[in-house]
């Protein structure tokens, strides 16, 4: 007997109910994003291996799935190689590609390699799978999409201010009521380090800093005092322990503890500009909130840096987030070319709208409704109807074997088709409404105006 197949772990099948929830979300994203002038873009499922690898760190580079060469991969390798099995030597020899890590590093390619046809300032999206050998946990994956928006060339903060009404017009027309947008700056973070005397320990002090609302006040003193932070720094940095009030009171008090570091106080001025317009401007449902501990992504980020939480009743991690870059595709040799962006996190936006029940019951409706199938000399007729149905934008099938009537019912129900058309007779239909019961004689014209 044949072994039941199975899929890798880490890879998802999605059934016809989750693509469709699925697609409703991005429908949205993707109305909103064209709706604010972001262009579309596509990149290949997987890249030159050299214009991956070497971009995400030691550990990102683990992460990359390698892809060997076709045909005899092992004939370019010397044998003495294969007999001292060097793997990074030996890698390099058999896979000249790999499944892209994530959508950032091949959009810079994509702007390096295409600048001369690209009108900047930049503006595009981007909603496509990316694969990262990880150890699979809930809610870590594989294989998984991203859904961004990046912005490049140009250095105003006006597209910051931009950003935030995206995120916030995407979840307010999700129904998403609460969800909060986190915002910080990395001068801020490299000021607060200057002014206690700790910028060689910058990553570990920001790093602890971004576990206080998991380990609490003592255990990040903890943590900062093993990675070499002195006690007289901790007693500096004590005002952030107990950083409350409002945006406006939080910038107040950076600016006083920021007063002699000229990189804090830029960030702090950043800051201001980007919370008093999109404070001015208004949002329809989130939240804007200064979060000074917010330190994602600190070797990447030189500017504003953005984390979306869902709402307080759902127990989930961030939604979003992204930042301002400067330098983002000098990695492959266009300097200054300075970009800002956000990622959607679709996974868990799924898993809150789930929980709060935000889907539509709609979104699962493939077909609108089923012709019953009585026999040959019915079929064509019902064919052609449901023709004219299509024409019209109508989702309508017809049952393709003249079954019993009980059971091409229990098809459309199991199916959640909410009408079949029970009956054709001189040109009328019998529609019947399979929640309700109700049962309506309709001409093709009414049966079209009742299915629109």
Not at 202 to 210: M, N, R, S, Y
Not at 300 to 325: L, Q
Not at 411 to 417: F, S, T, V, W
Request: hydrophobic fraction near 40%; charge should be negative; proline fraction near 3%.
């Amino acid at each position: 007997m044949a072994s039941k197949p199975s899929i890798p772990k880490g890879t998802r099948d999605f059934s016809p109910v989750e693509v469709a929830k699925r697609n409703y979300i991005i429908s949205i994203m993707r109305n909103h994003f064209e709706k604010f002038g972001y262009q579309p873009i596509e990149t290949p499922s997987f890249e030159n291996s050299d214009t991956l690898m070497g971009k995400y760190g030691e550990e990102g580079d683990r992460l990359i799935f390698k892809i060997l060469n076709s045909g005899d991969y092992l004939d370019k390798v010397p044998s003495e190689q294969l007999q001292t099995i060097n793997y990074k030597q030996l890698t390099g020899k058999i896979s000249e590609k790999a499944l892209r890590y994530d959508l950032t590093v091949p959009f810079a390619r994509y702007v390096v390699q295409h600048q001369s046809e690209i009108e900047f300032p930049f503006k595009r999206y981007q909603i496509q799978p990316v694969w990262r050998a990880d150890r699979p946990q809930k809610g870590r994956f594989r294989e998984f999409y991203q859904c961004d928006a990046d912005v490049v060339g140009s250095k105003s903060l006006w597209q910051e201010v931009e950003l935030v009404q995206l995120y916030d017009s995407v979840f307010a027309e999700l129904g998403l009521n609460g969800v909060t947008i986190k915002i910080n700056n990395r001068k801020i973070l490299s000021g607060i380090a200057e002014v206690i005397g700790a910028s060689d320990k910058l990553i570990d002090f920001t790093v602890a800093l971004d576990k206080l609302d998991k380990i609490g006040e003592d255990g990040v003193k903890k943590e900062m005092l093993e990675k070499g932070i002195s006690e007289i720094a901790l007693i500096k940095v004590q005002p952030l322990f107990n950083f409350t009030g409002t945006i406006q009171e939080k910038l107040e008090k950076l600016s006083t503890l920021l007063s002699s570091s000229e990189e804090g106080k830029t960030g702090v001025e950043e800051l201001r500009f980007i919370c008093e317009n999109v404070t001015k401007l208004g949002l329809q449902k989130s939240i804007l909130d200064l979060d000074v501990t917010l330190a994602r992504g600190l070797n990447y980020y030189t500017g504003a840096i953005f984390e979306v939480t869902a709402p307080k009743e759902v127990a989930i991690g961030s939604i979003g987030g992204g930042g301002r870059y400067d330098d983002l595709t000098g990695i492959f040799g266009l300097t200054a070319m300075s970009g800002v962006g956000i990622s959607f996190g679709l996974d868990r936006i799924y898993l809150v709208l789930e929980e709060l029940n935000l889907f539509p019951k709609t979104v699962t409706i493939a077909t609108k409704v089923m012709f019953l199938n009585f026999d040959e000399s019915h079929a064509f007729e019902a064919m052609k109807a449901i023709t004219t149905l299509r024409d019209n934008n109508i989702k309508a099938e017809f049952y393709p074997d003249a079954a019993k009537i009980d059971k091409q019912f229990k098809h459309a129900e199991r199916r959640g088709i909410p009408f079949v058309v029970k009956e054709i007779e001189d040109s009328n239909f019998t529609l019947k409404n399979i929640q309700s019961g109700e049962q309506l004689q309709l001409n093709l014209e009414d049966l079209i105006k009742k299915l629109t």
